[in-house]
């Protein structure tokens, strides 16, 4: 029997109305993107494999357990952003042209997870940079962005939780008081948990697993750890997100699974997808441009899972709508349909017929199926006097038009500017 071959494992197909959510979605993100006076880049999908396990930490998840190399080099597919976007920085001098730059990308990321509901090994993000400035009005700015976007596309239900690690020595403190209070119940975590907390104790708040998450819900946490400056920085923060009616949630268990951050982190979670709650997450990363080879300079970032997001909206049935659909009621008039559907193409107004030699009544069940706003009905004796029918496909109406008015009639209707073609 000849194989059947099937898309990969952790990868999905996007069907038309899928590819149309995932339009819409991306479209309104880009408006909400521009209002924030954030760039659009476009970076490559392959990255050298130091770049990740140097930005992102060599003991992370996704450097240890989920990059996709390719064989016999030292290349992967990239499997976050922040990291590469740095990379571009550094790498084109940005720093000498400006003091401070605002970036976002849309594109597909990489990790070789067990994928479930939520979690796929080819996915996309929406993501955002600022580099530059470490003011807490730029912290605010972009939890907002994210929220914003997320409210733009129909997500409301979400919930905000924010945490501050503080700066490197804040961590390294906390880092050491989580290794003191966690090696008391070191038996009760999980074997990958008791190898993290000999190597970086942080890793262990981030852990999904139910018996560590128990265990880390016993830890009095608090902010106790941040030193004065940082401190007032956080409850700063805190008090603009009243200010712009942001809710959120204080978590001190929120730390994140990427070595690159410090001071504010968060994530956007939702009950909507079960274990993968998570539908965006950032934070500040002030040392990773200096860690990966440029200047010291602050920065702050999030990504938006595409994905995610569009289960939750459950757009699984929208259709990419025509303006008019063309049918003919005799077969030898498809040489007139094909000049007229490309006489109104030429204006700007979306267009199809039939390739398949139906019937009338056929051809109109296809019309709806597209859903077409009207339908143009060709026929001879109609033709003769340089004339269509127009059926209007809500309402059922229908009127002869002249075939020389069609294209200025059609837009009028659809409330679209004519080209001139």
């Known amino acids: 029997m000849e194989k059947k071959y099937l898309?990969?494992?952790?990868?999905?197909d996007f069907d038309s109305s899928q590819s149309l959510a995932f339009h819409n979605l991306t479209k309104k993100s880009r408006e909400t993107l521009s209002l924030f006076g954030y760039d659009e880049i476009i970076l490559p999908i392959l990255e050298e494999?130091?770049?990740?396990?140097?930005g992102v930490g060599q003991t992370s998840d996704i450097v240890s357990k989920q990059m996709f190399k390719i064989q016999d080099k030292d290349t992967v597919l990239r499997p976050e952003g922040t990291a590469q976007v740095i990379r571009y920085y550094i790498q084109h001098s940005l720093f000498k042209q400006s003091d401070f730059h605002k970036f976002f990308y849309i594109g597909p990321m990489f990790r070789g997870e067990r994928p479930q509901k939520g979690r796929f090994r080819q996915f996309h993000h929406i993501g955002v940079e600022a580099i530059g400035s470490d003011s807490v009005?730029?912290?605010a700015e972009v939890i907002?962005?994210?929220?914003?976007?997320?409210?733009?596309?129909g997500i409301s239900q979400k919930e905000l939780i924010i945490n501050s690690l503080g700066c490197g020595k804040d961590k390294e403190k906390f880092s050491k008081r989580l290794f003191k209070d966690l090696s008391q119940k070191k038996n009760e975590l999980c074997s990958?948990?008791?190898s993290r907390l000999a190597r970086d104790p942080l890793r262990v708040l981030d852990c999904k697993k139910k018996t560590c998450k128990n265990i880390v819900s016993t830890l009095d946490l608090d902010n106790s750890c941040l030193c004065k400056e940082c401190l007032y920085s956080f409850e700063k923060l805190l008090s603009l997100l009243n200010n712009l009616g942001v809710e959120?949630?204080?978590q001190p268990q929120l730390v994140r699974g990427l070595d690159y951050y410090t001071n504010t982190v968060f994530e956007i979670i939702t009950s909507g997808l079960g274990a993968q709650?998570?539908?965006g997450a950032g934070g500040r990363y002030n040392n990773l441009v200096k860690f990966l080879g440029g200047p010291q300079t602050p920065a702050i970032g999030f990504a938006l899972g595409v994905e995610r997001i569009l289960l939750l909206l459950n757009e699984q049935k929208q259709v990419n709508g025509l303006d008019v659909f063309i049918a003919v009621a005799e077969k030898d008039l498809y040489k007139d349909a094909f000049s007229l559907l490309n006489q109104l193409r030429g204006a700007g107004i979306i267009s199809d017929c039939d390739y398949l030699n139906k019937s009338l009544k056929a051809q109109m069940r296809v019309a709806q199926k597209k859903a077409s706003k009207f339908v143009i009905i060709l026929g001879s004796q109609e033709l003769l006097q340089q004339k269509v029918a127009l059926k209007c496909m809500e309402d059922g109406s229908q009127e002869d038009v002249n075939l020389k008015d069609l294209p200025v009639k059609i837009s009028k209707l659809l409330g679209k500017e004519l080209k001139q073609c």
């Open 144 to 153: 907002s962005l994210a929220m914003k976007i997320l409210d733009t596309v």
């Open 277 to 279: 709650d998570a539908i």
């Open 7 to 12: 898309s990969v494992r952790g990868t999905s």
């Open 192 to 194: 990958n948990c008791q």
């Open 49 to 54: 494999a130091g770049l990740f396990a140097k």
């Open 137 to 139: 009005f730029l912290d």
């Open 248 to 250: 959120y949630t204080y």
